[in-house]
């Protein structure tokens, strides 16, 4: 069954009009593609407190609050598909940049990185292994596995600094 959607600011579909959303009180919200959301992912923001100050569906505001401890790794899916964007690619473990805490913003096959994660990667050294690690706990992802988990996922760039 297919999810009821809105927009960004909660409006369901039904209430727009030629494209335009004006049941919102502001009349100059033009629905979009990238800012169409299921209703359920909307609901839960608002219940979890993950809105922005105007009350929408801000991608880039949840992102960065999906990476505080109280709701690292604790989102559903389904609000994290609805969070996420296109950002920078990187095919394997040794592509990775050093030293540069970067933040996923879409989660790949394999669910070992989520939208939100906080991870970087050191300067290789001899005798260490070479990994991905996450900022948010202590774990890290080895190069073994990095190549495959890195499948589909895309990051952005973050003000953090590395640690």
Known sequence: MAQKRCNICGIPEEEWTSGICKACGRFTCEVRPEDIIEQRAYAYADKKGLLDTFANFNKRYIREKLSEKKFYRKTPVYVQEAASCDGLSVASLK?????????????????????????????????????????????????????????????????????
Do not use: H, Y
Request: include cysteine; hydrophobic fraction near 40%.
């Open 95 to 163: 592509d990775f940049p050093i030293g540069q805490v970067l933040r996923v913003c879409r989660s790949g096959k394999t669910k070992d990185f989520q939208v939100g994660d906080l991870v970087w990667r050191a300067e290789p050294n001899p005798g260490i292994p070479d990994t991905i690690n996450f900022l948010q706990e202590a774990a890290a992802l080895d190069e073994e596995f990095c190549d495959a988990a890195l499948q589909g996922v895309m990051f952005e760039e973050t003000m953090i600094p590395a640690p």
